[in-house]
């Protein structure tokens, strides 16, 4: 019961009252119902303490604003998990939208669909005050090129880092976060690329002194991190869920929910 | 007091007494044959002269030492003292010169260099010269056991001990086998054999020694034995196996 | 004329051998056509075979996954040799008998009952950034040295066990035999024991050889970026499978061939001993 209250308070966040809107009617998994799917475990600041239903965190925020664009009421959302890898798999899917901040790609959009932008992120560095002291690191390219990196190896982080750093050495990959800052709490890597939100979250709450040395902003590079929903290919949702997250960003929600969910950024240097 | 000497063994195998108090004095030189019906204790009692098994009681003496006590490193002994069992029992991944040439490369430190004329010697006296680079399992029965006789002849021991070395042969490899052992006897080496081979206990032993439930029941010149024998349980067994 | 022409048993053996041939030449195909014709006409046929197995992006990717292989057989030709060593060592440390040495022996029993308990990837993890994360300065808190670590201490111990069985299968007689001549200890394992137990467990060790070249891919979760690693990130790139078919078709190239190698020891040591 005391979860309602969250739910309710993240739906007045979404706007003005729920707009009956049938766009969605017959096209979802289970009629009535929209079945978003999220990461196991899902991680802060995109959905906190692993509990999407709770609609704390700002994926969780995003996806109940969206169902109630598209006519679902918090009470007809309902959540599974999924991997990357079920998340692409052929054949049929236990999910109508799935969001774990997903970058949208010209080559993974010819596999799935995926809806329009929900959130652009910054690529930002992340290091433990140790190694910049050690290293005597400063914001810029030429300092990051000599470091040992890391990355998650089921992000687009990685193509980022050999566009825009390419460092000397080969970079080390792992399968998820928590092994990333093992490997930066081992000494074995001196710095990771993550998208600034995942980055602010891991320096201030993974790691004993992470430090976030700057960021890249989207804008910058060539392929913007950009997070859409990821549907099956050809999915009949997708129009609904477009005009939806369109409608939250030209009314400002989706604004307001980064300001309420994602850390302040400001402050944290741009490299050049 | 002879080469070995055996005062008052006994030996047990967990509550199971397979030695039972054993006096016997082998003399330098000497052919000695045990005999007995099986189980009677012939091998454990080969097993205790080369501390293979350690004794509950008594004492064995080689030369006047007592090489029974505990404690007391095997190894030295054992190199005085061979022993040929009735399966062989060759190191299946060596030839059979490999075979003869292991003990003396490893304890004497000799190379194989050094140890080829000697071991080709051994094997021309025993018409073994063209087996020698055969592995085991290239060989027959009577070849295998020739050559483990070998292997225990080459170290130079004081005392050879065989127990049936005849008994896992065909018949007709059982002559050459006990060629070898009168080789050895016309050379003056000390012998002690577990046999059932009678016909050749009774032509050539020095000495007969019945055991019956670990016990040496009679003992005697083979011709004593054999031919009047003076306890019922020998006169039984005898009547049984001849 | 029994030479010339064949009997009636001959005829008809050959008769029978004929009809058997063809019997399992016409099933086989049977089975092949089912799948060939059947697989592709099952509704969701054109969804799997775009996610599996797309030409175009087997031919891109292959290259990449063949470079990572490198490395794959890279760690796997140096933790070879040290499990086959340590391995080795365990299992003599196991078998001693020298009450002094009880210590040692107990030690590798549980050496060897730990670590052939723990799944493999979680002992990676323990020594790969538990180790490291003691404050080992580089290069000493390297992935590939602590990753190699786990897996030599994991196949060590069932290598341990496998050379064990061979020691007790050797009868005791050899030992008798060898002791019996004067040798020590020692030298009735190194001369006698060990040379014939070892033989006999090749086939056994050829298998687990092969699974150690499957397992180097699990030195990817602390780091290294080996095939399935590589294989993952284009397929989390290209939100497509078809690489880790590629990455499976480099292992199987492999993995078949020792496979076969090793089934090839074990019939021929089969038919040694009957
Ligand atoms: N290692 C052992 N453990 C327990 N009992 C044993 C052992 N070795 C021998 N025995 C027992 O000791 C007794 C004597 O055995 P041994 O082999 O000395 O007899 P044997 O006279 O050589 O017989 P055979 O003519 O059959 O060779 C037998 O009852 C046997 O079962
Ligand atoms: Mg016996």
Redesign the pocket.
């Known amino acids: 019961m005391n979860r309602l209250l969250p739910v309710a308070l993240a739906c007045l966040a979404a706007g003005p009252a729920l707009a009956q809107n049938d766009c969605a009617a017959g096209h979802t998994i289970s009629e009535g119902t929209l079945t978003i799917a999220t990461g196991n475990p899902a991680y802060s600041p995109w959905v906190l303490n692993d509990d999407p239903a709770s609609g704390e965190g700002f994926e969780a925020a995003v996806a109940y604003a969206v169902a109630a664009e598209m006519g679902f009421a918090p009470d007809q959302v309902s959540w599974v998990r999924t991997s990357f890898d079920q998340a692409i798999q052929p054949g049929a899917k236990d999910f109508d939208l799935n969001m774990q901040q997903f970058s949208i790609t010209p080559e993974r959009d010819r596999m799935v669909d995926f809806s329009e932008p929900y959130y652009s992120s910054a690529m930002a560095v992340l290091t433990r005050a140790s190694v910049v002291e050690a290293e005597d690191l400063s914001p810029d390219l030429d300092s990051l090129k000599g470091l040992l990196w890391g990355a998650d190896a089921n992000t687009t982080a990685l193509p980022v880092l050999m566009a825009l750093i390419s460092p000397e050495r080969d970079p080390r990959l792992y399968g998820d976060n928590t092994d990333v800052t093992a490997a930066m709490k081992a000494g074995q890597i001196d710095a990771a690329l993550f998208d600034l939100p995942t980055a602010l979250y891991l320096a201030a709450v993974a790691l004993d002194d992470g430090v976030i040395l700057g960021q890249f902003p989207s804008e910058r590079s060539e392929n913007p991190d950009r997070f859409g929903m990821l549907m099956p290919e050809g999915s009949a949702l997708k129009p609904c869920v477009d005009a939806a997250i369109t409608t939250l960003r030209e009314n400002g929600t989706l604004a307001e929910l980064e300001v309420k969910w994602l850390q302040d950024a400001t402050g944290v240097p741009v490299i050049d | 007091m002879g080469l070995l000497d055996l005062q008052g063994v006994t030996k047990s ?2 509550d ?1 007494p ?1 030695i039972r108090g054993i006096d016997l004095a082998i003399d330098e030189g000497s052919l000695t044959c045990l005999i ?10 080969l097993r205790i002269m080369n501390l293979l098994e350690p004794i509950d009681e008594g004492a064995v003496l080689l030369d006047g030492q007592d090489i029974s006590q505990p404690g007391l490193d095997p190894q030295p002994i054992r190199q005085r003292i061979g022993i040929v069992f ?1 399966s062989y029992n060759l190191f299946p991944h060596m030839t059979a010169a490999e075979n003869v040439m292991l003990a003396p490369r490893r304890i004497k430190h000799l190379s194989r260099a050094e140890l080829q004329a000697p071991v080709t010697a051994l094997f021309d006296r025993f018409g073994l010269t063209d087996r020698m680079d055969r592995y085991p399992d290239q060989l027959s029965g009577g070849q295998q056991q020739r050559v483990a006789i070998l292997r225990a002849l080459a170290m130079q021991p004081q005392i050879m001990l065989f ?2 070395i005849t008994s896992a042969l065909d018949p007709e490899l059982v002559g050459e086998v006990l060629d070898v052992l009168r080789q050895l006897r016309d050379d003056g080496m000390t012998m002690v054999l ?1 046999t ?1 081979e009678m016909g050749f206990a009774r032509a050539l032993a020095d000495r007969v020694c019945f ?1 019956d439930q670990g016990r040496i029941a009679e003992e005697g010149r083979p011709a004593q034995v054999f031919g009047n024998p003076r306890h019922e349980r020998t006169r039984a067994f005898l009547h049984r196996v001849l | 004329m029994r030479h010339t022409s064949q009997t009636r048993r001959e005829i008809f053996e050959t008769r029978q051998r004929r009809r058997a041939n063809l019997l399992a030449a016409g099933s086989t195909a049977a089975v092949l056509l089912a799948l060939v014709l059947l697989v592709p006409r099952a509704p969701g046929w054109d969804a799997v075979q775009r996610a599996f197995f797309d030409g175009q992006i087997f031919l891109d990717t292959l290259p990449g996954l063949a470079r990572a292989f490198v490395l794959d057989v890279a760690i796997f030709a140096w933790c070879a040799p040290l499990i086959a060593l340590l391995g080795l060592a365990a299992a003599i440390a196991r078998g001693i008998r020298r009450p002094a040495l009880t210590p040692l022996r107990l030690a590798a029993i549980a050496y060897i009952d730990i670590f052939r308990g723990l799944p493999v990837i979680l002992v990676i993890y323990l020594v790969g950034f538990g180790i490291p994360g003691l404050g080992l300065p580089r290069p000493w808190n390297s992935p590939y040295l602590w990753g190699s670590v786990a897996l030599v201490l994991v196949y060590s111990a069932y290598v341990a066990e496998v050379i064990r069985s061979g020691i007790e299968s050797i009868h005791e007689c050899q030992r008798a035999a060898a002791l019996s001549l004067g040798l020590s200890e020692a030298h009735v394992m190194r001369d006698v024991i060990l040379p014939q137990a070892v033989r006999r467990v090749v086939p056994a060790n050829m298998n687990l050889l092969i699974a150690l070249q499957k397992d180097v891919a699990l030195l990817s979760f602390i780091g290294p970026v080996e095939i399935f690693r590589q294989a993952g990130v284009y397929k989390s790139l290209l939100a497509n499978f078809t690489p880790y078919v590629g990455a499976a078709l480099i292992f199987l190239a492999v993995t078949i061939p020792a496979t076969r190698y090793a089934d090839h020891l074990l019939a021929r040591q089969q038919r040694a001993r009957s």
């Open positions: 195998f967990g199971t397979v007995g019906a099986s189980g009677s204790g012939k091998s454990t009692l009735q127990d049936e577990a059932h055991l």
